[in-house]
């Protein structure tokens, strides 16, 4: 159990008094965060606001700077101290702090807090990253994607914080920018949007806070550090590069205020700071030999969907020339293929990898705004870490809504290609609602696509832990989210031996029905929960 800041702290510390020009109520409303953990450090992160919902997206604070300590300690207590200093909350930047301590022990925990006048803040514990060339015995984590406010409570973010990962990774969709009622959950919305939908940096700094209110997401910053990617709904959905879904003259002006309402609530370091409608957010992870992560950006650089957004049959997508990542982020990842030497190489990203076919017949009917829009793209992806002699390609999904498993193949065309890496996808965390348990066995995309080995519709996460010997990933399912305090429970559970390529199931909790749908209606529903929008 973590400390509380308590509601002061003695006057004088750093050798400065309380003043009056400080804040009247609590700032530190919307918590703490920590993320990007390196050997010697890791990016702290709170934002003051002593009325987080003020419509003009000032948090209720002066138009001007406030003057911040930070202390980073080695136990909750503060009384075995590690680092500390002074910085500034700047309103230009939505009083956010961004702190980088240097110097700490690597691979092991920390604890961190913030003050600001006679206020501090809750306690956030946090670690730094393994030595590059230390081998961890293992590595605890938890990804998500896909939590839509309206549509659920944020219990899995609950459960994910008292798992206790060393490290959280989260691959999109962690606001909305829908109006209230706007988009609805089949079984109706549990509570609403403030504000319209987000155009404005006023406005996507209210919906931000309105999230990082919530107290089990403030529970899940403050267990361990992130590792965030943006996906499309904290700018517009589908987006690709400088296409909005539906024609915008102001969209450059729309993705400009995402990109830096996304800086100022992410615990994300100062060098990815944005410029403009761009915000340099493919960047890596290394937990000593271990693993490797690769955060991709599947949405700034991409072409524009070749036929739309949905399900198609589309020549397009196999065009040499188009790109998700586009060329400088492709090539970038592939020079890191190259320079990993990790066990494990772990493509943490937004939309399907794997190729999912809804037609049984010799169509080709495939998400067009997954890696399935841009199969040329992937396949160069694939044969890099191919060339790479990478010896363990792990690809971590969300965006989807619920819980696959697949192995990965060079040419999924030819039934007999051999499988050259794995890719674990994640349910949502609340978007759509509750959902339904399933069969995998009776989904037809499986019947089909031989490679795919894991259907399910509920909410939830993944928990994994990396050994040198193998990934152990247990896909966790809440039972509702329509209403606080469901229980997490494991749906499925498999394994990836180091060197050997694909998924072995180990645990499939037995459905115990009754299956209500047909397996067109599945097919239907499955298309439905990823490409419904207002």
């Known amino acids: 159990m973590l400390v509380g800041g308590g509601a002061a702290v003695v006057a004088g510390l750093f050798g400065r008094p309380a003043s009056a020009e400080g804040p009247a109520t609590d700032p530190f409303t919307l918590g703490v965060a920590s993320g990007d953990p ?23 604070m002066a138009d001007r700077a406030y003057e911040v300590w930070w202390q980073v300690a080695q136990d909750e207590r503060f009384t075995r101290p590690a680092a500390s200093g002074m910085t500034w909350a700047e309103p230009s930047w939505a009083h956010s702090v961004h702190v980088e301590p240097r110097g700490l022990e690597p691979g092991r925990e920390y604890f961190y807090r913030f003050g600001v006048d006679r206020w501090t803040s809750p306690v956030g514990r946090t670690r730094t990253a393994p030595a590059r060339d230390s081998l961890p015995a293992a590595l605890g984590l938890a990804f998500l994607s896909c939590a839509q406010y309206e549509h659920g409570f944020f219990t899995g973010y609950r459960r994910i914080a008292e798992s206790e990962p060393e490290l959280i990774v989260h691959l999109g969709d962690y606001v909305y920018e829908y109006a209230a009622r706007v988009y609805n959950a089949p079984s109706g919305n549990v509570r609403d949007h403030a504000g319209p939908e987000t155009q404005t940096l006023a406005h996507y700094r209210q919906r931000f806070a309105q999230y990082k209110l919530d107290p089990d997401l403030q529970a899940a910053h403050a267990v361990a550090p992130w590792a965030v990617v943006f996906d499309d709904h904290e700018v517009d959905n589908n987006w690709a590069g400088p296409v909005p879904e539906r024609p915008n003259p102001r969209f450059a002006q729309r993705r400009t205020a995402a990109m830096r309402a996304y800086w100022e609530n992410m ?26 992560f690769h955060l991709l950006d599947t949405r700034q650089y991409r072409d524009d969907q070749g036929c739309g957004d949905g399900y198609r049959d589309c020549p397009a997508a196999a065009d040499p020339a188009r790109s998700i990542l586009g060329a400088a982020q492709e090539k970038w990842l592939l020079d890191g293929f190259r320079r990993s030497g990790a066990t494990w190489d772990v493509l943490a990203q937004q939309v399907f990898f794997a190729q999912r076919d809804r037609d049984p017949g010799p169509a080709l009917s495939t998400s067009q705004d997954a890696w399935d829009g841009y199969a040329a793209s992937r396949r160069r992806v694939v044969q890099g870490w191919l060339d790479a002699k990478v010896r363990n390609a792990v690809v971590l999904t969300g965006d989807v809504h619920a819980h696959w498993a697949a192995d990965v193949k060079l040419d999924f065309a030819d039934p007999h290609a051999p499988v050259v890496g794995s890719e674990l996808i994640c349910t949502s965390l609340t978007t759509g609602g509750d959902g339904l348990d399933s069969d995998p066995a009776t989904h037809p995309f499986l019947g089909h ?86």
């Open 38 to 60: 390196s050997p010697d450090g890791f990016v702290i992160w709170t934002r003051l606001a002593v009325a987080p919902m003020a419509e003009d997206g000032r948090g209720g």
């Open 267 to 292: 615990p994300l370091r100062n060098a990815r700071q944005p410029r403009g409608t761009a915000l340099p957010l493919h960047r890596r992870v290394h937990w000593g030999s271990l693993a490797t």
């Open 449 to 534: 696509n031989k490679h795919l080995h894991l259907y399910n519709g509920q909410r939830g996460y993944v928990r994994a832990t990396v050994r040198p010997a193998e990934l152990t990933a247990d896909f966790m399912t809440l039972p509702y989210v329509h209403r606080a305090g469901a229980p997490a429970q494991r749906k499925a559970s498999f394994v990836i031996a180091d060197g050997v390529p694909g998924l072995q199931r180990r645990y499939l909790r037995p459905f115990t029905g009754p299956q209500g749908l047909s397996p067109q209606e599945q097919a239907d529903r499955t298309v439905w929960s990823e490409t419904e929008r207002p």
